[in-house]
């Protein structure tokens, strides 16, 4: 009897997958590695990675292996992997951040072995690096180089400040475009390039600032665009913190905006240029933080 429950057991739980994995449209399949090791771990990762009609994760304990199902045309296998990275487990494509990792209950609390053992900001991690016949030596030194005279986030940040000056001057369309350029900028991050704290910071901010960014580049709503840069702005704050910039960078406030209740921005100049309220409120502000992170 006790086999028999066992093998109907079974069959329930193969049929509840098969009838997920029929509902997405456009499927496409991956197989990935994701570390954890119990039955807990993969109700977590499951749970994680499972979007109904859009997304299907079946993992393996023992083999540490992970089938993705997903449709194609509204996801991607990166995306359900940074959902599985945000919920603390460590995979090919994406690390969990320390702090949710920390919060796992004992039992989950698998061996790191993708993480990098130096905590070093000039030595990136590439998820991606084959590691065959390379000459080591060169490819550590040209990656040190460029990892001090190039940051993965040049883009995004370079991006916001032209989103930033384009609220300055009271221009929609031109805010729109920017951030549409933001969308691209940060869907171009390489994220096994960064070092342990920036890849941390950009685990807990990325689907925000993607998001926000999305928001912006959808509207030609100026008030709508000040708003939701109000809220861009924190996350990229903690960016600009952990990340090295080749010039300093002015963390400004207005106390206006918001009725009363303030919003902060970046900026490359000292000089105050208000993005919330441009021409009509051009100078109010002041600065709050000099960020010089070279």
Known sequence: MKSLSKILMVITVLLSYTMGFAQIRNAKTERVKIYGNCDMCKANIEKAGNVKNISSVEWNKDTKMATLSYDAQKTNGEEVLKRIALAGYDNEKFLAPDDVYNTLAGCCQYTREL????????????????HGNHDHSKMTQSTSAENKNVSQFSKVFDTYFSLKDA??????????????????????????KLSNEEHTVWMKVLKEITAQAEKIAGTKDISKQRETFALLSENIYALTKVSKQDETVYYQHCPMFNNGKGANWLSKEEAIKNPF??????????????????
Request: charged share 20%; glycine share 8%; aromatic share 2%.
């Open 167 to 192: 609220l300055v001057n009271t221009d929609a369309g031109a805010s729109s475009a920017n951030a549409a350029s933001l969308v691209k900028a940060i869907q171009n991050v390489e994220m096994g």
């Open 277 to 294: 309220y441009g021409s009509k409120m051009l100078t109010c502000g002041s600065v709050q933080e000099t960020i010089i992170n070279k």
């Open 115 to 130: 993480k990098p053992a130096s905590t070093d900001k000039d030595q990136g991690m590439n998820m991606n690096n084959e």
